[in-house]
């Protein structure tokens, strides 16, 4: 079945650092892919769409310039958090647009 | 505006009767329901889906249920084992695969 691959699973970064998340789908090829965010014992919220090509959609309240979002190419999408603080701490999660098959999740702690 | 509830946070059931999960939902566009198993700290596993045109759909022990006129699905697991203890979300999907998420039910199987 279809296969998405999130690295890294965990990472800590120092506030006003950017960290790179990367979702690649392996053995498919992914026109389109989603991020969401999950804060503890809440649900998933979609962030972004992530098109292969072309500029990501993002949801009402997300901060483009601070979730930058990559997608070269048809097996990798990319969400960098910008200066990140503390607040930016949380679980994020990328997919695919078959089934909505998961990657792993990133547990991102700004410290 | 959370389009999709699960009203229950939590629920326990002893093992080997069965588990019932419940999903309420607002949007009458959504056309594709899924059901996604979680681990903590995992990405969510996908676990069973119901097109909006059934209203059943079974995979070994896990049956899924769809009400369209009360909007309303569930997810049936019996016999419920100590290993189907997790977080347990359901999903809908809007056409073009946007996906909008419940925010959990946390199910422990009493051994």
């Known amino acids: 079945g279809a296969v998405v691959s999130q690295h890294p699973s965990r990472v800590i970064c120092k506030s006003g650092t950017s960290v790179k998340i990367e979702c690649r789908s392996l053995?498919?090829?992914?026109?389109?892919m989603f991020w969401y965010r999950q804060f503890p014992k809440q649900s998933l919220m979609l962030m972004a769409t992530s098109n292969e090509g072309s500029k990501a959609t993002y949801e009402q309240g997300v901060e483009k310039d601070k979730f930058l979002i990559n997608h070269a190419s048809l097996t990798l999408s990319t969400l960098t958090v910008t200066s990140a603080h503390p607040e930016d701490s949380s679980f994020y999660i990328c997919?695919?647009?078959?089934?909505?098959?998961f990657g792993q999740g990133t547990r991102l702690t700004v410290v | 505006d959370q389009q999709v509830k699960q009203n229950s946070p939590s629920l326990s059931v002893q093992e080997g009767r069965i588990s019932i999960l419940n999903c309420d939902y607002t949007?009458?566009?959504?056309?594709?329901f899924l059901w996604y198993k979680k681990y903590p700290a995992e990405g969510p596993t996908f676990l069973i889906s119901?097109?909006?045109?059934?209203d059943k759909n079974e995979d070994g022990r896990f049956t899924v249920f769809l009400n369209k006129s009360a909007k309303h699905l569930s997810l049936h697991i019996v016999p419920s084992q100590p290993g189907d203890s997790a977080v347990y979300f359901c999903?809908?999907?809007?056409?073009?695969?946007?996906?909008?998420f419940g925010t959990g039910t946390s199910l422990t199987v009493i051994p």
């Open positions: 119901i097109s909006s045109i059934k």
């Open positions: 949007n009458s566009m959504f056309d594709y």
């Open positions: 053995d498919f090829q992914a026109t389109t």
């Open positions: 997919s695919s647009e078959r089934e909505a098959f």
């Open positions: 999903a809908a999907r809007l056409t073009g695969n946007q996906f909008y």
